[in-house]
Structures are given as structure tokens and as C-alpha cells.
């Protein structure tokens, strides 16, 4: 047996399944991090992988878990994961209704749970996940753990709060990667890593765009690298913590260059600018979140009738009211009307909160790379 206890002393009782708690001498070991749901119906192994998920504990509201299993961890020829979001499970545990002990799928080679354990990764089944949605819901994201029903954890080992460290360094690479696209290069531009999904770089290789992949403390400023954009990744934790990147942004922008960012990319494109960020309650975590698009039109921007379904995964958002003169608000929530993209009025910068590239998701706005390229190919000014 195995327990799920939240920062408000909240307990929910489950079985343990993935990695086990209980080590050899007997001890208990736990997960901890910040407690959190997504609502996709699937893109486990996706969700699992996606650095943006790094010192959290994932809570899966679709209740069966692992029906399909998981796919190969093979590497492609640039030398990342072909199949998954990363080489690397980020989130601390997982939380699941029913786990499925089997599988049923053409290129799945491991069960969710054996996948786990060789990761050294806990999860926790059995668990009423409507109601600890509901909680979740009220009163907003929690510090919580996992651990064994009846371990010798100590109370003075506290619940540790992932918010407190530099999430974005851990996640990020370490010095810079080119990749070049198989075909004609057609672009190229400098790819802020700040734990960046790896079917953003797959989106950008076969469109015929060199990628140089950049840590996110990388100064553009003094860049040797030859580029013609900047693009910005998502990534996990407060996006003010990301000062570095936030001057490399700033100083882009003050050049004029073309620069485009997802998720995090977008809230720190929103501080750059002078704007400003806030924690939302309990974030957007699916793969069904309804955006609607604003437009120019007669000097003023308006919403239009387009309106896209799309994947997301944060916790911040960018304070509509804090943005500068010349720069607007480009997509906003359906749901809740919160902030889904920023554009200044030259068109030359733009950021979304949402991601073009799916996986898990819809593909609905997978276009917005093809008029990245097209605005750095002069298109489009």
C-alpha cells in the first residue's frame, strides 16, 4: 500500500506500482514535488518525458493508464529521442485511477510500469482522481508526496518544493548543438533550450531549418553563430527565475530580429518587453484547450471567428494589462480568457502559450512554424 499526502495533510490510499518506494534496507524513500493534474485521454510517455513537467507530481484524470504502453527510447539521427519528449522522465511520479499492468500496441516495447521502475520513477494506482481534481481545482496546485501506507519517514523530512530551484538549468543543455535538416537549408535560427520538447526540434528539421539548440543562460549578444531567428522553448518552473534568457530576449528584440516563442518562451518574451507574470491557480494541462485569435483590423485588434484546439502545459501566465505600447494580446483562453499568445504591432515578435507542435495534442496550430519561416524569409514585411 501506498499513500498520496498533500501539503495540507490531505491523504489519499492507492498501491504503489513503477518504481518501488521501499529500498533494501528498509528505509522509505518518497517523491515530492508540486501536485498537479492533466486531463488529455492520451500522451503518457509524452507527458512523462516533457521537461516542462520537471519536480512535479502528474495526476492523470482519464482513469486508464498504460493501455498502450510505451515506445522506444531509440535515438534518431540527430542524435535525440525519436519517439518521446526527451531522453529522460522529468516528472517525480505519477498519479493514476487504474494503471494497466498490460498493453496492447504496434510499437509499444514496455508495459507504463516496468518503463517506470527501470527510471527509477514512483507511481501511485487506485487513487480517486475526480475527487483529488476537485481539490486540486479549489484550492489550486499543492506540494504533496508519495510514499509507502506504512513507512518509517520521518516528519521532519519535509515536502520539497521544486518552485525553490532553477528548474530551467536543470533541463537545459549544457553548451550549444547545431542540427542540420536532412534537405536544402532554408532558415536558421538560435533555439533557446530551456527544456525544450524535442518535437519542436523535429518540427523545425523537416521543415529545412538549422537549428543551433542554446543553453538558456547562452549570451545572444555576443553570439558568434550565424542565424536569421530566434525562437524560444518552453520549459518548466517561474519564468522569472530565467534572467538570463530574459536579457538574450530583450536585446533580440532591440535589434529587430525575428523571434518566436512557445510556453514559457512566451512569458518570457512578455517580461523582456517590460510586461508581467503570475502563477495561475492550477494551470493548463491538457490536450483540448480552446484558444481564439485576435487580428488588426482598422487599427484596433479584434477577435475573430478562428478558434483552435490545443495542447498546453503551465502554471504561469502573462498579465494582459502589463503589456507595453505596441504589443497585444494575439490568443487568448476560451475557457477562461487568460493570455495564449503575445505580438508586437510590427509583427515581427510573437510568442505563444500553447504548443504548435503537440505531442501530446492537436495539430491545429502547427502552422504557426510555417509563418515563423515566412516572416524570417521577409514574407511577411
Same mark, same amino acid.
Given at each position: 500500500m501506498a499513500t498520496l499526502q498533500l501539503s495540507d495533510g490531505t491523504t489519499f490510499h492507492?498501491?504503489?506500482?513503477?518504481a518501488p518506494l521501499d529500498d533494501a534496507r528498509g528505509d522509505t524513500s518518497f517523491a515530492s514535488g508540486e501536485v498537479v493534474f492533466n486531463t488529455g485521454m492520451v500522451g503518457y510517455p509524452e507527458s512523462m518525458t516533457d521537461p516542462s513537467y520537471r519536480g512535479q507530481i502528474l495526476v492523470f484524470t482519464y482513469p486508464l493508464i498504460g493501455n498502450y504502453g510505451v515506445p522506444s527510447e531509440e535515438k534518431n539521427a540527430w542524435g535525440f +529521442?525519436?519517439?518521446?519528449?526527451?531522453?529522460?522522465?522529468?516528472?517525480?511520479?505519477?498519479?493514476?485511477?487504474?494503471?494497466?499492468?498490460?498493453? +496492447?500496441?504496434?510499437?509499444?516495447?514496455?508495459?507504463?510500469?516496468? #518503463?517506470?521502475?527501470?527510471?527509477?520513477?514512483?507511481?501511485?494506482?487506485?487513487?480517486?482522481?475526480?475527487?483529488?481534481?476537485?481539490?486540486?481545482? %479549489?484550492?489550486?496546485?499543492?506540494?504533496?508526496?508519495?510514499?509507502?501506507?506504512?513507512?518509517?519517514?520521518?516528519?521532519?523530512n519535509e515536502i520539497e518544493d521544486p518552485n525553490k530551484q532553477n528548474l530551467v538549468a536543470e533541463v537545459s543543455c549544457t553548451e550549444p548543438i547545431t542540427y542540420e535538416p536532412e534537405g536544402e537549408c532554408i532558415a536558421t535560427i538560435v533555439a533557446f533550450d530551456c527544456g525544450m520538447k524535442r518535437n519542436i526540434l523535429r518540427s523545425f528539421l523537416k521543415r529545412g531549418v538549422r537549428v543551433h539548440r542554446v543553453p538558456w543562460n547562452y549570451d545572444l549578444q555576443h553570439s558568434t553563430l550565424p542565424y536569421d531567428g530566434v525562437f524560444i522553448s518552453n520549459g518548466p518552473g517561474d519564468p522569472k527565475a530565467c534572467v538570463p534568457t530574459i536579457k538574450s530576449i530583450r536585446w533580440s528584440i532591440d535589434q529587430g530580429i525575428p523571434t518566436f516563442g512557445i510556453c514559457l518562451g512566451n512569458q518570457l518574451m512578455a517580461l523582456a518587453v517590460g510586461g508581467d507574470t503570475f502563477k495561475?491557480?492550477?494551470?493548463? @494541462?491538457? $490536450?483540448?484547450?480552446?484558444?481564439?485569435?485576435? &487580428?488588426?483590423?482598422?487599427? &484596433? #485588434? &479584434?477577435?475573430?471567428? @478562428?478558434? *483552435?484546439?490545443?495542447?498546453q502545459n503551465h502554471g504561469f501566465a502573462v498579465d494582459e494589462k502589463s503589456l507595453p505600447k505596441g504589443w497585444h494580446v494575439w490568443f487568448k483562453n476560451a475557457n477562461d480568457g487568460s493570455v495564449e499568445? *503575445?505580438?508586437? %504591432?510590427?509583427? @515581427?515578435?510573437?510568442?505563444?502559450?500553447?504548443?504548435?507542435?503537440?505531442?501530446?495534442?492537436? %495539430?491545429? $496550430?502547427?502552422?504557426?512554424?510555417d509563418e515563423f519561416l515566412a516572416l524570417i524569409k521577409g514574407k511577411n514585411h
Open positions: 492507492g498501491q504503489s506500482f513503477g +529521442s525519436k519517439n518521446l519528449e526527451s531522453e529522460a522522465i522529468h516528472v517525480r511520479g505519477i498519479v493514476v485511477a487504474s494503471a494497466s499492468e498490460d498493453y +496492447s500496441h504496434f510499437a509499444a516495447v514496455s508495459s507504463l510500469g516496468r #518503463w517506470m521502475e527501470h527510471h527509477g520513477i514512483p507511481g501511485i494506482t487506485g487513487i480517486d482522481t475526480r475527487a483529488l481534481t476537485k481539490k486540486l481545482r %479549489e484550492h489550486g496546485v499543492m506540494l504533496g508526496r508519495i510514499q509507502m501506507e506504512n513507512g518509517k519517514l520521518k516528519i521532519e495561475l491557480k492550477y494551470g493548463h @494541462r491538457g $490536450a483540448n484547450q480552446p484558444c481564439q485569435e485576435l &487580428k488588426m483590423e482598422n487599427g &484596433k #485588434w &479584434k477577435m475573430t471567428e @478562428r478558434c *483552435i484546439i490545443t495542447s499568445g *503575445i505580438a508586437h %504591432e510590427s509583427g @515581427r515578435f510573437r510568442a505563444v502559450q500553447f504548443h504548435p507542435e503537440a505531442t501530446p495534442g492537436p %495539430e491545429d $496550430a502547427n502552422e504557426l512554424f
